[in-house]
């Protein structure tokens, strides 16, 4: 089954740029998604198609995807920022549904 | 804006079966374009999904649950269900409903708010 990557944790001080990667095998191939779960919440979609934004989530909040690794950065980031963040993509091939282990934004 | 809504009991017994159902409100599940997934997720751990359904009945599980879910739509009432049979603590988790895009472009764009499950005797 198709696997995805992310690091544990991540720190960043309060208006510096913070990147939380996902890697997966040829994930450039792929659309990837990124939701952001703060705690005793539901997650939220922050990032679609690579490098989408749902309407209401700031401008802070950008993506990228090439090669074997896709990246959420988050610039200026707050204390609100503090967050679970999780990437997913669809693998036709394998589970339809995958998503990474999560990465918690701790802000310095 | 369409809102959905997980319900059922937060205690199960082990060996029993775990029954949910979620509601969706401010669209129609009958309209397409879209799966409705149930993903859950373990304390203190990442999302896991569990399956998901079309409209006209359509399935398909993960794989790892796939003997013990069976998940149900009710068009007349703009619900979908999950059923997992079975269960032991492992199965102890915030249960998700949540809807998908169709395709390889598949995002969840709403989710309900989580049910907490436990299974105990």
């Known amino acids: 089954s198709y696997v995805l990557t992310q690091p544990p944790s991540v720190s960043v001080a309060p208006g510096q740029t913070a990147r939380i990667t996902c890697g997966g095998n040829n994930i450039g191939s792929k659309s990837v998604h990124w939701y952001q779960q703060k705690p005793g919440q539901a997650p939220v979609l922050v990032v679609y198609?690579?490098?989408d934004r749902p309407s209401g989530i700031p401008e802070r909040f950008s993506g990228s995807n090439s090669g074997n690794t896709a990246t959420l950065t988050i610039s200026r980031v707050e204390a609100g920022d503090e967050a679970d963040y999780y990437c997913q993509v669809w693998d036709s091939s394998s589970d339809p549904v995958v998503f990474g282990g999560g990465t918690k934004l701790t802000v310095l | 804006q369409v809102q959905l809504q997980e319900s059922g009991p937060g205690l199960v017994k082990p060996s029993q079966t775990l029954s949910l159902t979620c509601t969706v409100s401010?669209?129609?599940?009958?309209?397409?374009?879209?799966?409705w997934s149930w993903i859950r997720q373990h304390p203190g751990k990442g999302l896991e999904w569990i399956g998901y359904?079309?409209?006209?009945?359509?399935?398909y599980y993960n794989p790892s649950l796939k003997s013990r879910v069976t998940i149900s739509v009710d068009t007349s009432k703009n619900q979908f269900s999950l059923k997992l049979s079975s269960v032991t603590a492992a199965d102890t988790a915030v249960y998700y409903c949540?809807?998908?895009?169709?395709?390889?472009?598949?995002?969840?764009?709403?989710w309900g708010q989580g049910t907490l499950v436990t299974v105990s005797s």
């Open positions: 401010g669209g129609s599940i009958s309209s397409g374009g879209y799966y």
């Open positions: 359904i079309y409209y006209s009945g359509s399935t």
């Open positions: 198609d690579d490098s």
């Open positions: 949540a809807r998908g895009l169709t395709g390889d472009r598949h995002y969840f764009d709403y």
